[in-house]
Structures are given as C-alpha cells and as structure tokens.
C-alpha cells in the first residue's frame, strides 16, 4: 500500500469476507516496510518488488482512481469478451464452476 489510507480502505473492504468458504483476518503489519530476501536465500521468491514492473497497472502518473474502490459485491464486471462469445456461453461457464449468474447485461 502506498499510505495508510489505503492499507485502511483495504481493511475494512476485506476483513470478514470469504476466501475459500473461511472468513478472512486482516489487520495491520507492526513493521513499517517489507523487508526484500536477499540473493541466494532459501526463501527468496515468497517476497518479490513488483513496483517497476511493466505489467503494473497503477505505474502510470494519474491512473489511481481511488473514487473506483468499492467493497466486495455480487456483481461482476467483465471486459475484452471477444464478440463470438454469447451470453449462453458466459452463463454455462460460470455456472459448471457453481457461479449463480442471476442477471447478464452485454454493453
């Protein structure tokens, strides 16, 4: 998290929810920064940087919209459908990995 407002935000979206049918515990580290493995050590991909990524979303100037951060819901946003797929196709999917899709909407 870059500041505490957002390790806040964080906490009270997620403290609770299910993962994997069990509620799950957040609370806030007693260290102020993660501590990187250094080279060679046994346990060195358990913590990885991966801020200059070029996969990171959020490394663009401007790109962190913290007016889009909702707490977790029933809906679910989709996008970069390729067009030959149709909304049976969707429903079929989710539901034989035991999704209940109660409404569909393409836009």
């Keep these: 998290m870059a500041d505490g407002n957002q390790s806040q935000l964080a906490m009270s979206h997620l403290n609770g929810q299910k993962l994997h049918g ?3 515990r ?18 060195q991909g358990l913590t990885k940087d991966y801020g200059n990524s070029p996969l990171h979303r959020f490394k663009k100037p401007g790109s962190k919209n913290f007016q889009n951060i909702f707490p977790p819901s029933a809906t679910l946003h ?3 459908i390729p067009p030959s797929i149709i909304e049976d196709d969707l429903k079929l999917l989710f539901s034989s990995n035991g999704g209940m899709v109660k409404g569909f909407k393409f836009f």
């Design 78 to 80: 989709l996008s970069n």
């Design 26 to 43: 957040i609370t806030l580290s007693k260290h102020q920064t993660v501590q990187l493995p250094r080279e060679g050590q046994e346990d």
């Design 22 to 24: 069990k509620p799950i």
